[in-house]
């Protein structure tokens, strides 16, 4: 029997989720061990697919309530392996009951609930500033290894 992430058409993410992992980490140590060898691209796309792991789950949501299943107050609570497996567990989203299929029916009933929106955790503010922190602490990681120096 199909859960709701199947319904929904969103299992795809998860899926593209576990392969990026799974061939990013690799990809980023090839990448990183033979940079003479094959040039930054290896490293960089590795780094991409690192990205991915991240992002993709992200993108999983009810196309009735918007909750953002990821981050979401109850998935917060797990540990990200956990979160995984409760997301493919769902039968129906957690803050609507949509059975994944968003079907007109459903969304009347979520409007007429009166139910508010879970605010997104993920915000564009927390977004911009933790890309700015990254980059910074990257930055100064590289920054510093350039200034160091092997005695030979």
Request: contains cysteine.
């Amino acid at each position: 029997m199909a859960g709701w992430l199947d319904r929904s058409g969103q299992t795809w993410k998860v899926r593209g989720a576990a392969v990026t992992a799974v061939t990013g980490f690799p990809l980023m140590v090839v990448g990183f061990v033979g940079v003479r060898r094959w040039g930054p691209a290896p490293l960089l796309l590795g780094l991409a697919l690192a990205a991915l792991n991240l992002v993709l789950p992200l993108l999983v949501r009810c196309r009735v309530c918007g909750l953002h299943l990821e981050s979401s107050v109850t998935a917060r609570t797990l540990s990200r392996a956990d979160r995984l497996g409760w997301i493919r567990a769902l039968e129906s989203c957690p803050s609507c009951a949509d059975d994944g299929l968003a079907t007109e029916e459903t969304r009347v009933r979520w409007v007429n609930s009166g139910s508010r929106r879970e605010e997104v955790y993920w915000s564009s503010r927390r977004l911009i500033l933790a890309i700015v922190l990254t980059v910074l602490i990257a930055g100064g990681g590289f920054a510093i290894g350039a200034l160091y120096r092997m005695k030979t």
